[in-house]
């Protein structure tokens, strides 16, 4: 059964940088597009990014120019990285896995149990 | 592309049938997911391609649209259906969701 553990730091201070790393384990790496997530306490899901296996990136433009997500293919992991972090990027951090389907009907099947960052001094 | 939901919470009982609305402010086709989110979970995928029930998912959840407008049906609201449930759209970047309905115990 496939799942994905994601791990990073909980606490940060204004101006650090956020990283989360996200495994995935009983299952190919190939094939799929991998996501990072957020959603601010008692708020909506905000899409970050994703990477492909290739190391293909798509960025939401809210955050593009602090944000890089990368990948490590020989231990089935991708990564988040968040720079100059506010109050604003408290939430919790969630990868997913995206799945093409027929007809190139994407969909976000697997997902991380989510990783808890707060911004605060 | 901007997804509109209605309504943004509603009130309902055992056995209900409820039905959330999804709005495109451009046409997506049939690019459209729906999850489940409890609280302190991860969402939970239900639909995608706007009516393709997911492996798993009870025959009571269904959804239909294209286009612009979407909607999820769920024909008898079960207690473990009390939840947030979210639209997202993946016609094209960045993918977008919607701002959530929360089905709440009447």
Known sequence: QVQLQQWGAGLLKPSETLSLTCAVYGGSFSGYHWSWIRQPPGKGLEWIGEIDHKGNTNYNSSLKSRVTISLDTSNNQFSLNVTSVTAADTAVYYCARGVRGGYDFWYFDLWGRGTLVTVSS | ?106
């Open chain 2, 1 to 106: 592309i901007q997804l509109t939901q209605s309504p943004s919470s509603l009130s309902a009982s055992v056995g209900d049938r409820v039905t959330i609305t999804c709005r495109a402010s451009q046409g997506i086709s049939s690019y459209l997911a729906w999850y489940q989110q409890k609280p302190g979970k991860a969402p939970k995928l239900l639909i995608y391609a706007a009516s393709t029930l997911q492996s798993g998912v009870p025959s009571r959840f269904s959804g239909s649209g294209s286009g612009t407008d979407f909607t999820l049906t769920i024909t008898s609201l079960q207690p473990e259906d009390f939840a947030t449930y979210y639209c997202q759209q993946l016609n094209s970047y960045p993918r977008t969701f919607g701002g959530g309905t929360k089905v709440e115990i009447k």
